[in-house]
């Protein structure tokens, strides 16, 4: 009988639960007062599911053996399927249309997963007197979500910070929990949400379930970190040359993680300027980018006939490179840490390589299934994308294997399809932002652009984004990462935001080629499979034309290997673009700036356009994209 | 009945043990065909020792606590000295001469209470048909130490690194023993030597043994850092704005640690150099400087009558301020981080701080016991050097309180002084460099000075350092660190070692006032008890005279807090010195270069001395120091 995937069951006599931000759900659960049963039941369940026997298919092991190695059977679908080169790649989808789809279905069944176990503690150790207690708190309960975008508020007053920062409890070894029927009394327990440990290395367990280090060279499927040397997932703790017993529990440098996260420029201090995360920035924009198609918006995946229809050059519109998929790369980036050799031989910059980078085993991470929630928001807020360009509607009917469920029509179990989870309501959870589409935007706005906001009202309205086209598996599967530069590169200081000229960078997040067997798929892997990602670059721009008189800065790009090496044969397409808000009606009256727009092309015929232009006539020509609505957020200063 | 301290008991059936490197101890334990059963034994009675009741002054908190927090007897020695102003003291020596003694017997005491906790555990849980070998392990295990100025060798195979690290066995959460009578079957553990952790938060320990956060802007003994939140040692892990929970367990971040250690300048890569880590380099200097008197070694503690006998200007021959506590003091900076604020509002720097830079609780992480080493091979090499001065014989005969030996000749139970440890092996153990005093320089040379030697050899003879002299107490006792840079400083980055135009720090190392009552010492304090140390700087003036066409720079420095605040009011004197090797004669033939020297000075008197002088007369003044021998290394290249 198949594992039906159902989310947690709709209590009939509640609002359907939300999923809550995981700080904010800690310390509403840690505050004076609190009875802190959901956080002693997800921590006492996590743990009974990651001591489950490996044969056990709702064990922690296999359910994260779903996304990747060991690449084994889950739920009677043969795993390991072959790519076109016969190397196995995961159920899991990446650089395609189904990406955020798949996920979703992945994430509920860890929540559902995990609620079974709640029901199970709450029978075998809650006295009977507590019993209903418990229960409505497990029902009320959904998995807790990571901001990784908001700022972090670590106190009960709820005061927001300035930075970006991992979960707090995801940052704690131990964690204080209820002892059921003992009143008044916490025990300090090993936190499941702190790592995922095994009794052995994941190398020598049995099996088919081994953790295996790969080294392959040639194109095709290839890592060579030594998961299999792992007892525990690590961020940034696998470092090459340090004593294989180091690696087995590498620790989880998350001071180090949170350091990443909040990449920015080296130089946004200089000029008193606040930094403005990279992350943040980009999820505001994710979110604020009007016309976004779903082809567009859910994957990293390079739609060929984009191409066709527009010339390849500098000129054509970047806005639709942004993409979900690139901004969640870079976040497995920046947690786990990809560069497992030392950068420059006397170079002692912070490296270190660990799970949540690698696509084969990042779900082992216990923070992996805390980080996939954004799609419900831009859902939220462009209601009519879904599957709605000629790509991503090929992949509609993909069935997103190996997740059953029970179709009440046809009487049979079959497999999820994207369709099903179109509304995530009906797998029984909700968002507190996207309960009410008509305040979304203003809370966007507050969550992810207030720094902006600040940073770049200096800058009047010019803006400018990078545009990256790469091919994911440009070193045949091993992951890379694209740093971005204006200005000189130093040639051998080139891996992170501390280097001089650092703008920004992507990480192509590739352990494993596509999971496909069609012919075109192959085809399209020999020829590289494209991926495309967007970066902010507005204050980078801004800095540089302080610094060189006005003059528009020409991107350079390193890309940079797990060997802390240039990659100089990979070849990337980077491109600056100027976007420009151009109002050509104030129809209510909202004193919009009417009287001018500026532009730029590359080749010498950017400009200032105004409207009191001295000839009789003035012929424009340009890329425009129209806007269907414009949001008041507050009144222009004067 | 006072606890005796003897060290080990001496097996007259062997010669005496050495205390190894922890690295190759841990290497040695652990490689193939190794039994395992020192790490097992050193494992396990470090565990049981942990596990102590608190009233067991044996305990590991109670040993601990001898240093510092919380104050308490020990041995039936009244803790808690008053200082001048009444705030407690530990009874540990910081800033005086009796520094390196009094921590030998410390560590000693350590190695001993550990001896014994082995042969229990050997008795209670080793099969007799074992007995004898696990015992004869145990009398010839001696404490390991971390040579913190070597590079790093992680492989079996003994290949030097290339850059300083923790040691191995501290940066792993679980270690893998031995389960005595089940041959061939390992358990793993949690690792003792990886933090100190108990029950419940530091602050709830039960009266007199709970441990404070003091916040005190007064001058005086002051620190502000939450340690009562603490239920575990961390490093780096306490930041503030961070959840109180998050400082519970706040981690090992050995990363963090482990870059810090390897405190460079940033521009050391920019021409090809290869980077020399300071606090390499500033051990080979303390190890290979001749004629260092005891007081001199021994102490940051500024001896006022050297002020007297030599004018107090920049002339003054600055190399008696390297000192073996200066190294000692950075170490523990760098090992366990200091700054519990964030530098900067919107810096995002690494930042953080530990148990091992802040003096009262300093012992409690399990690496502090494993840093006190270097004093013997010091002495080995300065046999000459005693108590030989006027300052530090005054402290002779000083009581090392509170530990306490037997006197043969009175028989009678008394405290121990200097003159009772002079000889290590009194205590029954050496190390290997000690063993052989006519190879130990070569030795010196081949573990501190392969680096320097590569980097400098472009440089020729001119050699620079820094001096500084400070006021420890200069922020009422709370630490600080001073950052030294040749150029200017950046306004707003001006941390550590990353920020422009950095050449190295000195921390303070400060917590507690010195452990002193009498009237001279109240007043000093009062006065502000001045302390000094020794910057190495060759390579950063090479650097910046090469930028700036053969000018000598003009140090400057900027005081920062733990917040990251710089304190402007703090007073220090830094001044850069040229040393200058002058041959005389070259009467074994060894091919000296003769023929001239350079000096220089802050009044423009410096110059280019040369013996093809074409006046009549020509008189130098100069401050000069006589070699007494010259090692030759190896032949000078053509
Ligand atoms: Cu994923
Ligand atoms: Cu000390």
Aim: charged share 25%.
């Amino acid at each position: 009988m198949p594992y039906l995937i159902t989310g947690i069951p709709k209590d009939p006599k509640h609002p359907l639960p939300i999923r809550k931000d995981i700080d904010d759900w800690y310390l509403e659960q840690t505050s004076a007062g609190s009875n802190r049963i959901q956080l002693t039941l997800f921590v006492e369940a996590l743990t009974v599911i990651q001591n489950r026997p490996l044969n056990d298919q709702l064990s922690y092991f296999r359910l994260a053996g779903i996304h990747g190695a060991p690449w084994t059977e889950w739920d009677g679908v043969p795993g390991g399927q072959k790519d076109s080169k016969g190397n196995p790649t995961g159920f899991c989808v990446h650089n395609n249309y189904t990406f955020p789809t798949w996920h979703r279905v992945y994430v509920t069944l860890y929540e559902q997963v995990i609620y079974e176990a709640m029901l199970d503690f709450i029978k075998q150790n809650v006295p009977q007197n507590g019993k209903a207690d418990w229960e409505n708190e497990a029902k009320q309960w959904r998995l807790p979500y990571w901001d990784f975008a908001r700022f972090a508020r670590h106190g009960h007053d709820n005061t927001q910070g300035d930075e970006l920062r991992l979960p707090i409890l995801v940052t704690m070894p131990m964690v204080k929990v209820l002892v059921p029927g003992q009143p008044g009394k916490q025990l300090s327990k090993p936190n499941p949400l702190y790592r995922f440990q095994m009794q052995t290395l994941m190398g020598t367990l049995e099996r088919p379930y081994a953790i295996t280090s790969q080294k392959t060279e040639e194109h095709g499927w290839s890592f060579d970190l030594p998961f299999d040397k792992c007892q525990s997932t690590t961020k940034y703790g696998l470092l090459e040359n340090y004593n294989a017993d180091v690696w087995a529990d590498g620790g989880q440098n998350w001071l180090r993680a949170n350091l990443a996260l909040n990449e920015h420029p080296w130089y946004q201090n200089l000029d008193g300027w606040a930094s403005v995360p990279t992350l943040q920035d980009m999820t505001f924009r994710l979110l604020t980018t009007g016309g976004l198609n779903w082809g567009e918006f859910s994957s990293t995946r390079y739609d060929d006939k984009k191409e066709e229809a527009q010339p390849k050059n500098n000129e054509q519109a970047p806005k639709n490179w942004m993409n979900l998929e690139a901004i969640h790369n870079n976040v497995h980036n920046w947690v786990g840490g990809f560069m497992f050799s030392r950068p420059g031989r006397h170079d002692l910059k912070l490296w270190g390589a660990g799970h949540m980078s690698s696509v084969p085993v990042a779900a082992f991470d216990p923070i992996f299934w805390l980080h996939h929630w954004l799609t419900a928001i831009w859902q939220t807020v462009n209601s009519g994308s879904w599957f709605n360009d000629d790509k991503s509607k090929v992949s509609k009917d993909d069935d997103l294997r190996p997740f059953h469920r029970f179709c009440e029509k046809t009487r049979k179990v079959v497999f999820f399809r994207s369709d099903d989870v179109k509304d995530w309501r009906s797998l029984n959870y909700d968002y507190a932002i996207t309960k009410d589409a008509s305040r979304i935007r203003k809370e966007i706005s507050d969550l992810y652009g207030q720094r902006t906001k600040e940073v770049y009202k200096d800058f009047g309205e010019e803006d400018y984004i990078l545009s990256i086209r790469y091919s994911r598996y440009a070193l045949g599967g091993k992951p890379f990462q694209i740093n971005i530069f204006f200005g000189d590169v130093d040639g051998k200081d080139f891996y992170d935001a501390r280097s001089q000229n650092f703008v920004g960078s992507v990480f192509n997040f590739s352990g494993s080629l596509e999971d496909s067997n069609c012919d075109k798929c192959a085809q399209q892997e020999q020829e590289g499979v494209l991926s495309v990602s967007q970066l902010p670059a507005r204050l980078a721009v801004h800095y540089y034309k302080k610094q060189n008189k006005g003059e528009v800065p020409t991107p350079r790009y390193v890309v940079v290997n797990s060997q802390g090496k240039a990659e100089a044969e990979v070849k990337v397409e980077v491109a600056l673009h100027k976007t420009e808000v151009f109002h050509s009606v104030d129809s209510e009256s909202w004193d919009l700036r009417m009287e001018h727009t500026h532009c730029f092309s590359t080749h010498g015929m950017g400009g200032h356009y105004h409207y009191d232009t001295t000839a009789e006539v003035v012929e424009y020509e340009a890329w425009l994209n129209t806007a269907k609505v414009i949001y008041r957020i507050d009144q222009p200063g004067q």
